[in-house]
């Protein structure tokens, strides 16, 4: 088993449309989620963070169940910009460092 | 506030060819770590700088190697290309527990 794992889609939503992504983790000592936007060929950038009691930033809601081991991401209303690819990412602390494993990510296409 | 830089921004190497990727991280950060991400997949950890010493290493080969300079800035450096090479190679400055990333050096070994 992967230790993030990520269903990478495309999940093909019209605009407006709400959609949910989730992402496992194997590692139960792992201590700070995140979620990131990758546009193609760009970097990843950082989204948000993921907080046991959840975070939410208008339109974007991610939540942590570490009972069941995911993370979640929420959009509401779709924007056509909301396009990119979602990864999650999972830190573990190691020899003092905090170091991230990534999911391969979920491809996002929002259509008019 | 300048946020993370790479150079240089495209590379295209030969087989058994060597490379140097550089990186500067965000203003503040002292820790630099570096990702190799092929199509379609996640970025993979290779290894983490702090205090210019190597203080984190992923399940890549000994041909992956690095430096930090006194100023945080660093170096990937790859020997003996491989095919399997080609990738995206990402720097990332820490803050904290939350990594920010660099706009990349994509690296097509033919």
């Known amino acids: 088993r992967k230790e993030v794992e990520q269903d990478p889609g495309p999940f093909n939503v019209p605009e407006g449309a709400t959609v949910a992504f989730n992402c496992t983790y194997s590692?139960?000592?792992?201590?700070?989620f995140f979620w990131y936007r990758q546009d193609c060929r760009k970097e990843p950038k950082l989204l948000m963070s993921?907080?046991?009691s959840g975070n939410e930033d208008g339109r974007f809601t991610a939540q942590l169940n570490r009972a069941s081991q995911y993370i979640s991401l929420l959009i509401r209303d779709s924007k056509l910009s909301d396009s990119a690819t979602y990864l999650c990412?999972?830190?573990?602390?190691?020899?003092?460092?905090?170091?991230?494993?990534f999911g391969r990510g979920t491809s996002l296409i929002v259509h008019p | 506030d300048a946020g993370v830089t790479q150079s240089p921004t495209h590379l295209i190497k030969t087989r058994g060819q060597q490379v140097t990727l550089r990186c500067s991280p965000k203003?503040?950060?002292?820790?630099v770590s570096w990702y190799q991400q092929a199509l379609g997949q996640g970025p993979q950890f290779i290894f983490q700088?702090?205090?210019?010493?190597?203080?984190q290493r992923g399940n890549f080969p000994d041909r992956f190697s690095g430096h930090q300079f006194p100023n945080y800035s660093s170096e990937l450096n790859v020997n003996a290309l491989l095919l399997g090479d080609s990738a995206l190679y990402l720097c990332?400055?820490?803050?904290?527990?939350?990594?920010?990333f660099g706009p990349g050096t994509r690296l097509t070994v033919l």
């Open positions: 990412a999972v830190n573990a602390v190691t020899g003092g460092s905090y170091i991230p494993t």
């Open positions: 590692n139960s000592a792992s201590q700070s």
């Open positions: 993921v907080y046991s």
């Open positions: 203003s503040g950060h002292d820790t």
């Open positions: 700088y702090y205090e210019e010493e190597e203080r």
């Open positions: 990332a400055s820490n803050h904290g527990d939350t990594q920010y």
